[in-house]
């Protein structure tokens, strides 16, 4: 329905919940897709919903997709889906901040390995989060960085097992 890979879902729902329909983190993200609240009610969830498998995986799906378009001046897909990864588990203004700090440093902005995701690590040191080119502040991005390894790992194994 939204033209998205069932894999790569499967990847991000099995990494979120382990497709565990109750979960919730530490930081309040639940149900399958592992969603925020207030990311849930972006999508017309109310609360109780959020914990409703099938209103769940539809609304992470939305937004994964909706980040995925958001990135979609980046030419490779791949890249695309590893940068809305890392907006999907750390929030799309630190993804900004470390394309901006990528393009500062003549980086690559459109790659997520080496250059995005490196930009990522160094938004916890203040010479970086406090650089006039990020708006979102201080961001510790290993459990993000980890994510987007994660997830794609486990979609390439997906891909690999189920054609």
Not at 39 to 58: C, E, H, V, Y
Not at 138 to 162: C, P
Request: net charge positive.
């Amino acid at each position: 329905e939204f033209g998205l890979d069932w894999r790569l879902l499967a990847s991000v729902a099995y990494h979120e919940s382990r497709f565990a329909t109750n979960t919730q983190s530490w930081a309040g993200a639940g149900g399958v897709m592992g969603l925020m609240p207030a990311t849930a009610r972006i999508f017309g969830l109310k609360s109780d919903d959020i914990f409703d498998p099938q209103m769940n995986i539809r609304a992470g799906t939305q937004y994964l997709k909706k980040l995925i378009s958001t990135f979609s001046s980046v030419e490779n897909d791949t890249e695309q889906i590893k940068l809305a990864l890392a907006a999907y588990n750390g929030g799309i203004g630190h993804v900004y901040d470390a394309q901006a700090l990528a393009q500062k440093y003549n980086a690559d902005k459109n790659i997520w390995n080496g250059n995005v995701e490196k930009y990522i690590e160094l938004k916890r040191l203040e010479q970086y989060y406090k650089d006039p080119v990020c708006k979102a502040g201080y961001f510790r991005g290993d459990e993000t960085i980890n994510y987007v390894r994660h997830v794609i790992s486990r979609w390439q194994l997906y891909q690999e097992k189920v054609k």
